[in-house]
């Protein structure tokens, strides 16, 4: 699996705090060991983020991505990181 982040989702990791960050980053582990443990709620999202999905990093925290490499997660790009509440609004 091979992960990128676009200059968006950066710019917003790069504004929350340290419990956040190490907790996307011990997210990521387990998303790149299994995307679909039950723990992420890896799910499909609808609306703008349509072709889009996310995954739990906090009991608030999604971190949104698309998959590029026909829906078999060789190829993920990182888009936002947000609350959920941010998400929706």
Known sequence: MK???NKNFIKLYSKNNIKIKNKFQ?????????PFLPELNN???SWKYLWKRSINI???YRAIF???????????EFTNIWTHSQLYK
């Open 3 to 5: 992960i990128e982040y």
């Open 26 to 34: 011990n997210r990521l582990r387990l998303f790149m060991s299994d």
């Open 66 to 76: 698309k998959e590029l490499s026909n829906w078999n997660y060789e190829f993920i």
């Open 58 to 60: 906090t009991g608030d």
């Open 43 to 45: 799910h499909a999202l």
